[in-house]
T-cell receptor, first 108, second 113 residues
Framework: AQRVTQPEKLLSVFKGAPVELKCNYS??????LFWYVQYSRQRLQLLLR??SRESIKGFTADLNKGETSFHLKKPFAQEEDSAMYYC??????????FGSGTKLNVKP | EAGVTQFPSHSVIEKGQTVTLRCDPI?????LYWYRRVMGKEIKFLLH????????ESGMPNNRFLAERTGGTYSTLKVQPAELEDSGVYFC???????????FGDGTRLSIL
């Protein structure tokens, strides 16, 4: 079975500190990797996808196929980054397998 | 553009009753997906429509769940009869292509008493 592991349920950092949200996925085929985010009282929305190699809101994610990891990073966290973050590999070109999510709390 | 809309936002029913959830995808999106998150668990895939056809229903938990997408526009997910373990949040998503980012609705919170 496909698995997605986000080891931290809660991550608290101070504003301006670097942040890294970890994600490891089981390998089966070649999933495409995504990060989704859910801000308070908002719907789940796409943050970034690996194939685009973009930096969205200062976040980047590096795919390490050897370690099957797709950690999300930001050098300087902002208070508005506080949200739930979900790592989501896309398998079989149609279904997302979501991690349990990491709640990021950025303190002032 | 209007996003994915789901109705109702919250439904409270008794065990054994029937409930129908509705999802309106983004206009022009042929691909429609249902997911759910039951208490304390991850968001899990239920099924995938391409237009009106079920492309993948491997995540449907049992035959009490029936999803339809007549005409290839909106979709419904019916639970009959509802059981306590069906409580959770049911999400709908749509995309232009199967490997394109999926746009999610707000979800329907289903509470079975």
């Amino acid at each position: 079975a496909q698995r997605v592991t986000q080891p931290e349920k809660l991550l608290s950092v101070f504003k301006g500190a670097p942040v890294e949200l970890k994600c490891n996925y089981s390998y089966s085929g070649s999933p495409e990797l995504f990060w989704y985010v859910q801000y308070s009282r908002q719907r789940l929305q796409l943050l970034l996808r690996h194939i685009s190699r973009e930096s969205i809101k200062g976040f980047t994610a590096d795919l390490n196929k050897g370690e099957t990891s797709f950690h999300l990073k930001k050098p300087f966290a902002q208070e508005e980054d506080s949200a739930m973050y979900y790592c989501a590999p896309l398998y079989n070109f149609n279904k997302f397998y979501f991690g349990s999510g990491t709640k990021l709390n950025v303190k002032p | 553009e209007a996003g994915v809309t789901q109705f109702p936002s919250h439904s409270v029913i008794e065990k054994g009753q029937t409930v129908t959830l509705r999802c309106d995808p983004i206009s022009g999106h042929d691909n429609l997906y249902w997911y759910r998150r039951v208490m304390g668990k991850e968001i899990k895939f239920l099924l995938h429509f391409v237009k009106e056809s079920k492309q993948d229903e491997s995540g449907m938990p049992n035959n009490r769940f029936l999803a339809e997408r007549t005409g290839g526009t909106y979709s419904t997910l019916k639970v009959q009869p509802a059981e306590l373990e069906d409580s959770g949040v049911y999400f709908c998503a749509s995309s232009q292509g199967p490997d394109q980012p999926q746009h999610f609705g707000d979800g329907t919170r289903l509470s079975i008493l």
